[in-house]
């Protein structure tokens, strides 16, 4: 007969030690992960919106920096030519145009040498940044009427 200070018997302390080494199994249950996905979804919606108004930002001050550029060309080339070169802001096609005022003609940009027209309107980093009638430029997200 078996005493107490021996122990149990052998098959019931291998299925104790089975148990043991299960529940110490690595690995996630259904529910944390599931709490996982919601609170990152959580912080993935409050994060959002700051994230698309600095894009935003970032696109209003290319477009900014481009348009500088166009009236600093034009002055450069008045300067260095003697004659007088100009900047048109069209509403239409939402186009900044450099162009020579004696000739009436659209001057090439001196980087890629084609014609120094910036488009608003057209797919592109500048595409959705709009002037409003109060003649200054915002971000129109998707939409033609208004910023």
Do not use: W
């Amino acid at each position: 007969m078996r005493t107490i200070s021996e122990g149990p018997p052998r098959i019931v302390r291998t299925a104790l030690m089975s148990r043991n080494m299960r529940g110490n199994s690595s690995g996630f249950t259904l529910v944390e992960v599931m709490i996982v996905v919601f609170l990152l979804a959580i912080v993935g919606a409050i994060a959002l919106p700051a994230v698309n108004n600095t894009l935003d930002g970032i696109k209003l001050n290319a477009a900014t920096r481009e348009v500088l550029a166009a009236l600093q060309y034009a002055q450069s080339l008045t300067i260095k030519e003697g004659h007088s070169y100009g900047v048109e802001f069209e509403t239409g096609p939402e186009t900044v145009t450099c162009y020579d005022t004696s000739g009436s003609a659209t001057i090439r940009n001196p980087i890629d040498k084609k014609l120094y027209v910036l488009d608003f309107s057209a797919a592109g980093p500048l595409q959705g940044v709009g002037r409003q009638p109060e003649n200054h430029y915002c971000i129109r997200p998707g939409r033609k009427d208004k910023c």
